[in-house]
C-alpha cells in the first residue's frame, strides 16, 4: 500500500516538474503575473481607465469647450456635479463641463507617458545595445557622452525646449522623450555586455551575420524583459513630468488641456471652496499613477529569472 503511494506521489512530482520545465519564461512570468493580485487589480484599473479616457466622451452631453454662460465667474458653486444638469463633475470657473476636460486630460496625460515612454525605450535600447555590443572606443565615446547629457539638469533643457520651439503636445513627446533614454541606455548597455557572450550570438558572429543584425534580432529581443518592466515604471515619471510642465503653464495650451493643467486650475479654486475641480482631476491622476507602480513592480518579480 505505502509503495503504491509512494509511486504515485513520484509520478505526480515528476509530471509536475514536466510541465514546468516545458513553460517557457513568457508563460511562467505570465502565470505569476496573475498570480499578484495587486498588479492584476491594478491592470484593470489602468484599462478602466484608459476606456474612460479614449471613449468617456460619448457618453458627455457637453463638449469639452462649451461654455455655460450662466455659471462663469470665479466664485460660482452652482456649477456643482450633478447628473440631472448633464455635468456629471460639475463645471470650471469658465463654465465649461469639467466632465469633458477630464476626459481629455486623462487622454493627453496617458498619450505623454505612453509616447514619451516608447520614445525612450526604443532610442535607449539601441544605444545601449550598440554600444555594448561593438565596446572598446565607441563604447567608452557613447557612454561618455550619456554621462555628460545625464549632468545637464533635465527640466531645464525641457522648459528650454519648450520656449524656443513653442508649447505643443508635440514638443511635450519630443522633449521627454528625447530626454529621459540616457537611463535606459545605461542599463541596456549593461545588459548587453553580459548577452554579447552567449552560445547564440557567438555562433551567429561564425556564421558571418553583419553586426547590426545582431543587435536587432538577437540581443535586443533578450532585453525585452528589462525594457518592459522599464516602461512601466517610466511612464509615471513621464506623466509627474508633464502634469508639472503644465501646472507651471508650460505645457498643454488651452483649449486643450491635461491633468496637470486641470490640477493647477482647482487648486487656485480651493479659496473660493469650489473643491470638485481639484479632486476630480486629482482623482484620475494619484490612481493611474498608483496603477502603473503595482503593474511595474508585478512585471519586475514575474520577469526575474532568479524567483522562476
Known sequence: ?????ATIDGITEAADLAAVQGRSLWQDARIRFFRNKAAVASLVVLILIAIFAFFGGFIAQYERDFVDFSLMGRNQTEGVPSIATGHYFGTDNSGRDLYARTVQGTRISLL???VGAGV??????????????FGGRLDGIMMRTVDVLMSIPFMFVLILMLVIFGRSILMLFIGIGLISWLDMARIARGQTLTIKNKEFVEAAVATGVAPMKIILRHIVPNLL???IVYATLLIPGMIITESFISFLGLGVQEPNTSLGALISAGAGQMQYGVIWQLLFPLFFFVV?????????DGLRDALDPKDR
Open 1 to 5: 500500500m505505502f509503495p503504491e503511494k
Open 112 to 114: 505623454v507617458g505612453v
Open 120 to 133: 525612450a525605450v526604443i532610442v535607449g535600447t539601441l544605444y545601449g545595445a550598440i554600444a555594448g555590443y
Open 225 to 227: 524583459g528589462i525594457v
Open 288 to 296: 493611474t499613477l498608483f496603477a502603473f507602480f503595482f503593474v511595474g
